[in-house]
């Protein structure tokens, strides 16, 4: 099925897949879309293909765009839908490296560059069930028995706990969620001012006085009481836009298992996502299942993979939100690589005052993971100082490790080395 072209324009070509009928090409790149994590139907496929010969298209920027309206329906499904249409429609060659992410112990482990975002998913899904090139199999009478020693090799769950989340494929992806589901972030009380009649260390006065009235006047015994103790609230500030959108993904499937999880410690967990406008998704965190939870804050953010005013959102919060969500000794989880490119507001005094409302701002950058990485940027030299504790955020395992900056607010992670470095320069 070949669009018609109208008269008096003339058409570039399209170079298409080998395939010549472009409605077969279109249902296999769907069926990819579709093994890629997708959520597409038949309906979708034939919509598709009735789009792209009513619509037509000059270049192939027109064609991706019809066929994006056609199969995208969530933010998150952005980055794959670019990686698979630069694959099957417009890299051919492409296919060589995908096929080198899969299996880098038989290609090789010297790739050209890293894998990027939704690279991995885009090739199982195109790639699914084509067999990798192995070595020959030597003839029975050749074969060599080996007796391997794994008692040192680290198991499936450890390498995956300390994979980035941006280099997982959709398979590994999901397990990582569900091992995020399954972690804890408790918190210790916080005492306040308030007294309550209990046994405890304080001399109730009031009490002991009432108590004298009633016997003439006379102290047989003290009365004591001890301080109220509350549970502070928990307020996570996500950057989605487009750097830190696998990140963010996996990060609020985490703020909606702590959210979600009776005897976290936490009195309320609020979520607040930014990018080029604040947004609180608060009350679509609090679904119980996390896919409806994630599709509802995906649909109120409509920022996700765009562009980053991290000074302009934190004014926002600041103004707006910051004293409605505080409380007594409430914490700030900031996620987010700091790279703000806009000079409108102040970003180093939004933070001040951030760290001047809440107990602990604790914040958490993915760009730690690399082991040269420096504080050069604007955005990240103007806020470094003014956070209690700074620390990665790239795989499972450093999100675990936030239960140990929580319990322990002395434990500034990265923040004095980071510092230094800056001072350094």
């Not at 300390?162 to 408790?186: G, K, V, Y």
């Not at 996570?236 to 499937?253: E, K, N, P, Q, T």
């Not at 607040?272 to 409806?292: C, E, H, P, Y």
Request: charged share 25%; proline share 5%.
């Amino acid at each position: 099925m070949t669009p018609r072209p109208k008269p008096g324009n003339t058409y570039a070509p399209l170079d298409l897949p080998d395939d010549p009928k472009l409605a077969g090409n279109i249902t296999h790149f769907a069926r990819a879309l579709r093994k890629a994590g997708l959520k597409l139907g038949p309906g979708r496929v034939i919509d598709a293909i009735n789009a792209v010969q009513a619509v037509g298209f000059t270049q192939r920027g027109d064609f991706y765009w019809t066929l994006h309206a056609c199969f995208v329906s969530r933010p998150e499904d952005s980055a794959v839908f670019a990686q698979l249409f630069r694959l099957y429609w417009r890299d051919p060659q492409y296919l060589d490296h995908m096929m080198s992410l899969l299996t880098p112990m038989v290609r090789g482990v010297q790739e050209d560059r890293t894998a990027q975002a939704a690279e991995k998913r885009a090739a199982e899904a195109l790639l699914d069930g084509q067999e990798p090139d192995r070595p020959d199999t030597p003839d029975s009478e050749d074969e060599i028995e080996i007796d391997i020693d794994a008692s040192h090799s680290a198991s499936a769950e450890e390498r995956l706990r300390q994979l980035d989340f941006e280099q997982m494929s959709t398979a590994e992806m999901a397990t990582a969620t569900r091992m995020l589901a399954q972690l804890r972030l408790p918190v210790a009380p916080v005492l306040t001012r308030r007294r309550q009649a209990l046994p405890g260390p304080l001399v109730d006065w009031q009490q002991t006085m009432r108590r004298a009235a009633r016997q003439g006047g006379e102290i047989t015994r003290l009365a004591t009481a001890r301080r109220r103790q509350r549970y502070p609230n928990l307020v996570v500030l996500c950057d989605i836009s487009g750097s830190m959108s696998a990140y963010s993904r996996a990060v609020l499937h985490f703020v909606h298992a702590v959210a979600n999880r009776e005897g976290q410690g936490w009195a309320q967990v609020h979520a607040f996502t930014f990018g080029t406008s604040l947004t609180n998704i608060t009350r679509q965190m609090r679904r119980r299942d996390v896919d409806a939870a994630l599709a509802a804050a995906g649909a109120q953010a409509q920022d996700w993979e765009g562009g980053t005013r991290i000074g302009a959102c934190l004014h926002d919060f600041n103004r707006d939100w910051a004293r409605r969500v505080a409380g007594q000794g409430a914490v700030v989880l900031l996620i987010t690589d700091g790279l703000d490119r806009d000079t409108s507001h102040d970003l180093g005094r939004e933070m001040e005052r951030l760290k001047l409302t809440f107990a602990q701002v604790i914040w958490l950058n993915p760009l730690l993971r690399w082991d040269g990485f420096a504080p050069l940027a604007r955005g990240i030299a103007q806020m470094l100082p003014h956070c209690t504790s700074f620390r990665a955020a790239h795989n499972v395992a450093s999100l675990a490790d936030l239960a140990q900056a929580l319990m322990r607010p002395d434990d500034a992670g990265e923040k004095r080395r980071m510092l230094a470095a800056l001072h350094g320069s």
